[in-house]
């Protein structure tokens, strides 16, 4: 089965610093990759997702993460962050060839300073 | 407006009661699943469904009943609420491709539930 590492509960930034949230993910082929937002009081938006291709894949809202298949990591990525960019992120991975499910990192709670 | 529509969004009940969170999706989705959201545990799924009459198991499934006898609505069932059961629900759908991981969901604004 696989599963999803966020090591980091929570990232405090600066407005207009460089961000980058960590996701490791445990699978024994090359799973499906996804990055989700949830504002304060909202349900979960997709960032983007990772299906095959270009190991670097562009999402909404500026972001961007790298699938590395040597590193079991798929790390989002933003230049530079804006005081909305303020939520919680989750990374979850999906299995190939099996069943629907997502499973789900714990997630990283962004803090944005101005 | 593609969505998936929750209801109640807050509810405070008390032990016991029985209770019911609907979930709509609005976009003929065959796969829809329920989440529970707790800090620090991030989302822990519930049951699915993958098509109308077919439902199973997700990873924390005791304590709770679900049904799918329309394709476009997925009650979550709290027979005998319980203080633990108090958490942020999610319900989601899907048009994955059966057998695929491949499984871009589309969320619901959440039910807070409190149970006393």
């Known amino acids: 089965a696989q599963s999803v590492t966020q090591p980091d509960i929570h990232i405090t930034v600066s407005e207009g610093a460089s961000l980058e949230l960590r996701c490791n993910y445990s699978?024994?082929?090359?799973?499906?990759l996804f990055w989700y937002v949830q504002s304060p009081g909202q349900g979960l938006q997709l960032l983007l997702k990772y299906f095959s291709g270009d190991t670097l894949v562009q999402g909404i809202k500026g972001f961007e993460a790298e699938f590395k298949r040597s590193q079991s990591s798929f790390n989002l990525r933003k230049p530079s962050v804006h005081w909305s960019d303020a939520a919680e992120y989750f990374c979850a991975v999906g299995a190939r060839g099996g069943s629907e499910k997502l499973v789900f990192g714990k997630g990283t709670k962004l803090t944005v300073n101005p | 407006e593609a969505q998936v529509t929750q209801n109640p969004r807050y509810l405070i009940t008390v032990t016991g009661k029985k209770l019911t969170v609907t979930c709509s999706q609005n976009m003929n989705h065959e796969y829809m699943s329920w989440y529970r959201q707790d800090p620090g545990l991030g989302l822990r799924q519930i049951y699915y469904s993958m098509n109308v009459e077919v439902t199973d198991k997700g990873d924390v499934p005791e304590g709770y009943k679900v049904s799918r006898k329309e394709k476009r609505n997925f009650p979550l069932i709290l027979e005998s609420p319980s203080p633990n059961q108090t958490s942020l629900y999610f319900c989601a759908s899907s048009s994955s491709v059966e057998g695929s991981g491949a499984n871009v969901l589309t969320f619901g604004a959440g039910s807070r539930l409190t149970v006393l």
């Open positions: 699978y024994g082929a090359t799973p499906y």
